[in-house]
């Protein structure tokens, strides 16, 4: 196995997504989400080429490495260098048809070929968050966990989500709480932020939760926590995840070889729109305007769309709980 240390040149940004899965995990109970759609979908094969770029806890890039025996090789990512070395130690039996990298996967362009990975089969962006980083203590990801307000998925880089919450104005909150968690009293939130930093600092995930459940109104039934938007906001936005998100997707164009597949398990309609649009585009190719009655634009198709989006059996939510928001889209790179 191929693995740097994660100090190396090779360690880049701030923002990668982590599966739900892991070996350990699987003793703990969490599964990698949609482990049989995700590997039908990719198609590995012998001989082939993947990247996981958001290893998590390497559920699924085991299956591959599997599903392509006895010399299929993968390419692995992640930004948290606790996800690189539990892959490490999971995938230690294929030796050196791993390969792993500590980055950030909107460097994937930059990185992939760099690990001899310039044009590969299978492409694989799990973004939901890993079940090991919900209950760290230390990250502050999960309100029931607890723990300080970090949030960043490479420690050693950008600023912490106290460190946000501690800066910026009611202003800027709101239209954090509302661009990225889509929450309806994002405003009432940032207000009571405001408000109880001028007298203690919101420093951790228990004090986050307690506040932003004191400041939304309490509805006569509640499937999630009333945090959950908020909470999905500071990560989105401490690990700049949508940025990430089509710096990945626009990767894959370079990547993929004709034939070769695009799979992204989303978990939030902010992800599943960027993820939508950027299949229906590049498989639509022209974007000349619809009064001009002949294409002048020259460009071409890039992408054919594997069908309608596809979600977790219901005996897998039963399962899984985690997986109940994931989304599984899937594109086939067409020859140039």
Do not use: W
Request: proline share 6%; with cysteine; aromatic share 4%.
């Amino acid at each position: 196995m191929d693995f740097k240390d994660p100090l190396d040149e090779m360690t880049g940004g701030i923002a990668s997504g982590g599966s739900s899965e892991g070996g350990a995990e699987v003793e703990l109970g969490h599964l990698p989400v949609m482990a049989g759609e995700v590997l039908e979908t990719l198609a590995p094969r012998p001989g082939s080429l993947q990247i996981d770029a958001t290893l998590g806890g390497a559920g699924h890039a085991e299956r591959a490495l599997e599903a392509s025996s006895p010399d299929g090789r993968l390419l692995g990512l992640d930004a948290d260098p606790a996800a690189i070395a539990r892959s490490a130690r999971r995938l230690a039996r294929f030796g050196d048809r791993v390969v792993l990298r500590q980055v950030n996967f909107e460097r994937l362009a930059e990185v992939a070929p760099a690990a001899g990975f310039g044009q590969v089969d299978g492409l694989l962006l799990d973004l939901g968050l890993s079940s090991f980083q919900l209950v760290d203590v230390e990250r502050g990801f999960g309100f029931r966990a607890g723990g300080r307000l970090d949030m960043r998925f490479d420690t050693s880089r950008g600023r912490s989500a106290a460190d946000l919450l501690a800066s910026y104005d009611q202003k800027e909150l709101t239209a954090l709480f509302s661009r990225y968690g889509e929450e309806p009293f994002s405003g009432r939130i940032a207000r009571t932020i405001v408000e109880t930093r001028s007298h203690s600092p919101v420093e951790t995930a228990e004090q986050l939760a307690a506040l932003v459940e004191r400041a939304v109104p309490a509805p006569k039934a509640r499937r999630t926590h009333p945090a959950t938007r908020v909470f999905q906001a500071l990560r989105i936005a401490v690990n700049d995840e949508l940025g990430a998100l089509e710096a990945g997707l626009a990767a894959s164009l370079v990547l993929l070889r004709p034939g070769g597949r695009l799979v992204v398990l989303s978990y939030h309609s902010l992800e599943d729109r960027i993820v939508k649009r950027f299949i229906a585009a590049e498989q639509r190719g022209c974007v000349c305007p619809p009064e001009v009655p002949v294409c002048v634009c020259g460009r071409s198709p890039k992408l054919r769309s594997l069908g309608k989006s596809r979600t977790p059996s219901d005996e897998e939510v039963a399962a899984n709980p985690r997986s109940r928001s994931a989304r599984l889209r899937g594109a086939e790179r067409l020859a140039a």
